[in-house]
């Protein structure tokens, strides 16, 4: 979905290291979630922030750190990268209120060696 | 919290022909029931979802059903296509706050012309 850009679209990096995602979206949505895809676990939800000072944590929040800059901004930050946070990593949005759809980026695929 | 079961893991059919896949959840109070389609290098899309005061929804040759006495709901795809190749995730939500989804494994979906 265009309409949620998530950069960089690929990263490598080593362990320890620092890494942020940035997530930017011109839906005007609400809400912003920030997602984990392993091969064989499906997506699993790390945060989620509901408005610019609403931010909750997820199932597998262990290791990262967010930060809502704007509606229309998200970041997901590694502080120090370790091998197992390999994965596919997934932005998406929703409109506030009840059992409303969520639209998804097109990922970052995060390598850590 | 819930758990959400998704069954095959991958699926192969003739072009032509039907494709069925089954998710089952945990958690009764669980009321929303999104259908996700990947595409290779893409985020999940939704194509379809159901909400638990519908038995059955339908959209062209998509439809879902939803059985909430065995919590289990099913996608349908009749008249499958080459361009349905892709991994289809289920996901169930429960909304007494906010938009939480659980999402299945997935299921890889090959159709062979």
């Known amino acids: 979905d265009a309409d949620v850009t998530q950069t960089p679209r690929n990263r490598i990096t080593k362990t320890g290291k620092r890494i942020m995602l940035e997530c930017s979206q011109t839906k005007g949505h609400d809400r912003m979630y920030w997602y984990r895809q392993d091969p064989g676990l499906g997506l699993r939800l790390i945060y989620y922030?509901?408005?610019?000072?609403?931010?909750n944590k997820g199932e597998i929040s262990d290791g990262y750190s967010v930060s809502r800059q704007a509606q229309a901004k998200f970041s997901l930050s590694l502080e120090s990268a370790i091998p197992n946070q390999t994965a596919l990593y997934f932005c998406?949005?929703?409109?506030?209120?009840?059992?409303?759809?969520?639209?998804f980026g097109d990922g970052t695929r995060l390598s850590i060696l | 919290g819930e758990n959400v079961e998704q069954h095959p893991s991958t699926l192969s059919v003739q072009e032509g022909d039907s494709a069925v896949i089954k998710c089952t959840y945990s958690d009764s109070a669980s009321n929303y029931f999104p259908w996700y389609k990947q595409e290779l290098g893409k985020g999940p899309q939704l194509i379809i979802d159901?909400?638990?005061?519908?038995g059955e929804k339908k959209d062209q040759r998509i439809a879902v059903t939803l059985n909430k006495t065995a919590k289990h709901f099913s996608l349908h795809i009749t008249e499958t296509q080459p361009e349905d190749s892709a991994v289809y995730f289920c996901?169930?939500?429960?909304?007494?706050?906010?938009?939480?989804?659980?999402f299945g494994a997935g299921t890889i979906l090959r159709v062979k012309s």
């Open positions: 998406a949005t929703s409109v506030r209120g009840r059992n409303q759809p969520q639209h």
């Open positions: 996901a169930a939500g429960y909304m007494e706050y906010g938009n939480k989804l659980v």
């Open positions: 922030s509901f408005d610019v000072k609403d931010i």
């Open positions: 159901i909400r638990s005061n519908v």
